[in-house]
């Protein structure tokens, strides 16, 4: 028989969105934890969504990362449960950068290339 109450649909978006911001930022778990005076193990809970982030906690956790409070809640409508899709760390890096290009033309012909690399099969 569980015990325990299972995580909710919001808790794993804040989870998520914990993990994406804290890996775009190039912060390790590790470094999270010590940062909020917690174990590793504690972030891993939080961003998988078995354990809640208390208010205060998703305070700390915006300041250390950098990013405003409403960043750790993308995605989440309390009404409609939306999850938002899992993306692999390069992809992370890839969207992080992108957005430090400052040529709008230039940002637009990347786009049109990855959309087109993506839609086209190539050999390995």
Request: charged share 25%; with cysteine.
């Amino acid at each position: 028989m569980k015990t325990g109450r299972s995580p909710n649909t919001i808790d794993i978006i804040v989870g998520r969105n914990v993990r994406r911001i804290r890996e775009l930022s190039g912060t390790s778990q590790t470094a999270l934890g010590e940062a909020l005076g917690i174990t590793f193990q504690q972030v891993q809970k939080y961003e998988c969504g078995a354990n809640r982030i208390s208010a205060g906690k998703l305070l700390e956790i915006a300041k250390v990362l950098g990013c405003d409070l409403i960043d750790l809640f993308a995605g989440a409508d309390p009404h409609e449960g939306i999850v938002l899709p899992e993306h692999s760390p390069a992809a992370l890096k890839v969207a992080a950068d992108f957005d430090r290009i400052e040529s709008q033309q230039l940002r637009d012909n990347l786009a049109r290339l990855m959309a087109s690399l993506a839609q086209s099969e190539i050999p390995a």
